[in-house]
């Protein structure tokens, strides 16, 4: 399975600090994505990074992508209460047509 | 404005009915998806659609039925065979071109208990 798994579990931290989730996958990828989730509403996208990409910025955002590790990482600076919520990656690339996601990281944080 | 529409967003059922959720979508995405969420489980995909009459079993395909007779209608059927069917279902749609590699557009939800 090429499915993502994110780390750790839960974070919490204060509000302007940092937060950086991690994903591992399997196989090999076409690109690798991170959602965000609030509590009981449906997933948005934020990034999609390429394998050929290492490092992908939008905002507050950075994703990194390290193939040869196969694992990802979603850093969010200068955090704020309302980045609250279940953070999850998905990876693609196989020939099903098909996103595979991980079991996601909840983020809080504390104002 | 465009989006994905879900309904209804809560839903109860007795043990041995079926129920229907709707997913609209005006965005003219010819992929569409249906997702099940259960705390701790991440998203499990349960069909998917890349174009009109046509559908592929997911995951966990077992229990459900979908239809797509319309590009912008793709409607999941919870069936009495589905043993377990207490859960957040979430649709998704895909643009041209990038169906199961790209960017994907999810509705709010619905959230199915069995009583």
């Known amino acids: 399975s090429q499915q993502g798994e994110e780390d750790p579990q839960a974070l919490s931290i204060q509000e302007g600090e940092n937060a950086t989730m991690n994903c591992s996958y399997k196989?090999?990828?076409?690109?690798l994505q991170w959602y965000r989730q609030n509590s009981g509403r449906g997933l948005v996208h934020l990034i999609l990074?390429?394998?050929?990409?290492r490092e992908k910025h939008s905002g507050r955002l950075r994703v990194t992508l390290d193939t040869s590790k196969k694992s990802s990482s979603l850093l969010i600076t200068a955090s704020r209460a309302a980045d609250t919520a279940s953070y999850f990656c998905?990876?693609?690339?196989?020939?099903?047509?098909?996103?595979?996601f991980g079991k996601g990281t909840l983020l809080t944080v504390n104002p | 404005d465009g989006g994905i529409t879900q309904s209804p967003k809560y839903l109860f059922r007795k043990e041995g009915q079926n129920v229907t959720l709707s997913c609209e979508q005006n965005?003219?995405?010819?992929?569409m998806y249906w997702y099940r969420q259960d705390p701790g489980q991440g998203l499990r995909l349960i069909y998917y659609?890349?174009?009109?009459?046509?559908?592929q079993k997911g995951d966990i395909a077992e229990g459900y039925s979908v239809s797509r007779e319309k590009k912008e209608s793709f409607p999941l059927t919870v069936t009495s065979a589905q043993k377990n069917p207490t859960a957040f279902y979430l649709c998704?749609?895909?643009?041209?071109?990038?169906?199961?590699?790209?960017?994907?557009?999810f509705g709010e939800g619905s959230r199915l208990t069995v009583l």
């Open positions: 196989t090999s990828i076409n690109n």
């Open positions: 998704a749609s895909s643009p041209p071109g990038a169906a199961g590699t790209g960017e994907l557009f």
């Open positions: 965005l003219n995405h010819d992929a």
């Open positions: 998905a990876v693609g690339g196989g020939s099903n047509y098909k996103l595979t």
């Open positions: 990074i390429r394998s050929n990409e």
């Open positions: 659609s890349q174009i009109v009459n046509d559908f």
